[in-house]
């Protein structure tokens, strides 16, 4: 079966926390401080492995959890960095965030790696926030929280040359013709529900890969029929087959089907409309009349490269063939992919800025909602009194104690951070 979209959730592990220790060695009197930091969350990397054709594998297993770092320990001793986890992809994967659609990935090269979620940062420990002002301090970090959210998984066929066309025009039998590709074929609308792809071979040793992309129909470009899961795997072709019923015994207007299919591909994405085109008008075996061929090539107009073939009886095939591989040689590779290095780790981590938002609940109360201010708080240990005057003061520092005096904050109100609730004091 081929899967060529899927939602997937990912959750990067936890950091570790850190620990509040001390040195207490026999003979080293005030030995102070001796926690040690909690490991770093796993990441979840994806990485494309070209022996994958579909996201078949993510169809049944859909929720991916990475490892937590381990927790600090005494004696500074750091926690374990956990190893990340590797997720393989196909060539042609694209990655994006469900709740924004934001783009994370376009993955193409074997070996090429993303880090899509991030894991979180290990905790410090007491050691870490020693000072001449408190040489022993009581408290330590929680781990940061990894990243964790949904996304969506498309896969764009990674095909030289595709073949576009109406149902039923004949494009399943010129893959099966040209290739060893067998697609299931039949005499009604929509035989063709999944793309196929073929090796196909020229007589002069030169191959490139054809695929048989699932019939348009009229409103395409909207989602109509198989609308988008079409028109996304054409714009990874280099080089567009046109295929033409030009025998009209489906009932439909072969110069209609060309301008209607032709409009659908220029609203979906309008460079398409730029890249090299082969018009083949098939099934010749079956035309009577001959003025039919004069009449297309009058209406569509005489600059565009027009092949008359029957793929059932394989009759000019091999020409096509050759001027599509006399194409491929002359178009360069589309340029759709995201700036890669050395096709390893591309992703590039930054922090949250210190935004923040306050609204008010149906009880009255204020709640503070803001990445970097939900970071703090489920990294800091409230079971610890100087834990939490740390995060007052970062609150302070972040200029969220002011904004609340603004929205008119008063002595005694309570305020929420992800359900925590502090009481307000001047």
Known sequence: MFIDQVDIYLKAGNGGNGIVAYR????VPLGGPAGGDGGNGADIIFEVDEGLRTLMDFRYQRHFKAKHGQNGMSSNAHGRNSEPLILKVPPGTIVKRKDTGETLADLVHHGAQMVIAKGGRGGRGNSRFASSRNPAPDFAENGEPGEEFEVTMELKLLADVGLVGFPSVGKSTILSAVSKAKAKRGDYPFTTIKPNLGVVQTGDGRSFVMADLPGL???ASEGTGLGHQFL??????????HVIDISGLEGRDPIDDYRIIREEMGLYNESLLKRPEIIVLNKVDLVEDDEIFEQFRSAIG????IHEISAATRQNLDTVLYRVADLLEETPETEEVVEETDHRVLYRYEKDPDAFKISRDDDGAFVVTGDAIERMFKMTDFNREAAIRRFARQMRSMGIDDALRERGIQTGDTVRILGGEFEFVE
């Open 302 to 305: 005489e600059d565009k490269e």
């Open 217 to 219: 129909i009229e409103g």
């Open 24 to 27: 207490r060695e026999k003979y």
């Open 232 to 241: 996304r795997h054409v714009e990874r072709t280099r080089v567009i087959v």
